[in-house]
């Protein structure tokens, strides 16, 4: 109808469709930059809880073992707690749901996508500190479903892929930071036969899933990085002629009684050190 | 990872590589299409307007062929996925609403609505999850057509029409009216849309120099 105004000759009336039809495009421009703006926001702060989660993931599941409790049981506490925290992401979510909605999430998923593989990246280590195997596609999809069974947006098999590549770093961390704690190796060289396991499987993907080619690479760093770590302690246990259990106990004794003295001051210079590796990697 | 597990997920990828060759051959035919369009249009800069109607009219029927391609198109997008291919064919679309926007104004002195531009290209409102023609990609046509237009403002004049430099002149104005009125972020519409001054000074300048000469009897409004 805005085209019969236009046929007619006179300049005013012509300029005023061209207004109209400017208007409807101006909202439409404004909702969609909008959108956008809010929620690249919501996945900053999805990002930030989900470093948090990382954080607390490590912090406790290299804390000191209760006197009743054993590694696993630690690493299993960890997630729990780990879980608990994600819940608030899982909140943010199932708010951005009617943002996301029908053709919208294809529209806004470049926006979206950081924070939600960062999100991924946390699940996947808490799932693997509960499990200790690989979170599945379905089992991550269910997180952002609500109690009814409707999920919050489609999860795509990039995002979840791209998550899981950067769980490998935390890993690495993970296995590096025990590897001096009763039971450190053991786990390290079960966190190395899971990352090569990862890395295995992810290089068939490379052509598929843009990114992931970095991430690989990021990947095979830090497999080599255990392997080296394993490496080292192999040497240097075979000096001596002694059981892996005594090994730790001499290792956690020296810990000990170091922290004895100055246990404060390394707790928190702990957790600094985290925060910096976080940081130069990103 | 667990090899049901892997499995799965090379069948979801097979498939997306499956989908996208499918629309990348129906972009092809598309561009073949705009190739010729395209091809056609460039002479208008050497076309008297006598000859006008019938150049424009030997393109209808290739624009129109478009439908073909588009209804092809819908069938193979997935339900809510639009976003995630359109960038295969964003360009290709422009083409085609720059032709259908720069025939309807050489036929008719009018602007073609976004909804008729849809129309002509045979994209139906009810695929807008599937398939659509975004405003983005219609007000980069409409750029596209001011480029043009600078060009057959010049060109007209060379072939005598010195009233074109003129009705184009009002034209682009109330375009670049209405441009401004959008809140344009930087990408590159917004480039593009800086880029436009540059049009309608070249097409002020014909106009000056053709009212000036006193070679057109419209009295020119200011």
């Not at chain 1, 003295?261 to 210079?269: D, H």
């Not at chain 2, 979801?12 to 249009?41: C, F, S």
């Not at chain 2, 006598?50 to 424009?56: D, F, K, Q, R």
Request: a negative charge.
């Amino acid at each position: 109808m805005a085209a019969t105004i236009i046929n007619t000759d006179a300049t005013a009336s012509t300029s005023q469709g061209f207004v109209d039809r400017f208007d409807t495009f101006r909202a439409d421009l404004d909702d969609y930059n909008d959108r956008r703006e809010r929620l690249i926001k919501a996945s900053r702060d999805i990002t930030n809880l989900s470093k948090k989660v990382i954080f607390l993931l490590h912090r406790i599941a290299q804390g000191n073992l209760e006197p009743n409790q054993d590694d696993e049981a630690l690493a299993k506490d960890a997630a729990q707690q780990g879980y608990a925290k994600l819940r608030e992401v899982q909140e943010l979510y199932s708010r951005l749901r009617p943002e996301l909605q029908g053709d919208k999430f294809w529209r806004y998923q470049r926006q979206i996508s950081p924070g939600l593989q960062e999100y991924i990246e946390a699940l996947s280590f808490a799932h693997y500190l509960d499990k200790g195997t690989l979170i599945t596609f379905d089992e991550v999809q269910k997180t952002l479903t609500d109690p009814e069974g409707i999920e919050y947006f489609p999860l795509t098999i990039s995002d979840y892929l791209l998550g899981l590549s950067d769980l490998t770093g935390e890993l690495m961390r993970f296995a590096i930071s025990g590897i001096a704690h009763r039971g450190g190796r053991r786990k390290a060289q079960n966190v190395c036969a899971f990352v090569r396991g990862c890395k295995a499987d992810f290089e068939r993907w490379i052509p598929y899933v843009r990114e992931l080619k970095k991430k690989q690479s990021v990947t095979s760093q830090s497999l080599e990085k255990i392997e080296d770590a394993a490496y080292a302690i192999m040497v240097r246990t075979s000096e001596y002629d002694l059981s892996p259990e005594m090994l730790d106990d001499i290792v956690a004794q020296s810990i000990s009684s170091y922290r004895d003295t100055s246990r404060q001051a390394v707790g928190r210079g702990r957790g600094d050190d985290l925060s910096d590796d976080e940081d130069t990697t990103n | 990872m667990d090899p049901i597990e892997l499995e799965r997920i090379n069948v979801v990828l097979d498939h997306d590589v499956e989908l996208r060759e499918k629309i990348k051959e129906q972009v092809n035919e598309l561009d073949k299409k705009m190739r010729t369009i395209v091809g056609i249009l460039n002479k208008i800069h050497s076309t008297r307007p006598e000859a006008m109607p019938a150049l424009l009219d030997s393109v209808k029927p290739v624009l129109n062929s478009c439908q073909a391609v588009t209804s092809a198109l819908v069938l193979i997008i997935p339900k809510n996925q639009f976003w995630r291919w359109k960038d295969m064919w964003s360009n290709s679309i422009r083409t085609a609403a720059f032709a259908a926007v720069l025939i309807e104004y050489l036929s008719n002195r009018t602007l073609l609505s976004l909804e008729k531009v849809s129309d002509t290209l045979g994209v139906r409102s009810e695929w807008s999850d599937r398939l659509s023609l975004p405003v983005e990609d219609y007000l980069h046509a409409l750029i596209t057509v001011v480029n043009e237009l600078s060009r057959l403002a010049v060109n007209a004049v060379t072939l005598g029409n010195f009233e074109e430099p003129l009705k184009i002149s009002a034209f682009v104005k109330d375009l670049f009216t209405g441009f401004s009125m959008l809140n344009l972020k930087n990408d590159t519409l917004r480039r593009r849309f800086d880029g436009l001054k540059y049009d309608i000074k070249k097409i002020e300048e014909v106009v000056y120099d053709v009212s000036l000469r006193n070679l057109t009897n419209i009295s020119v409004e200011k």
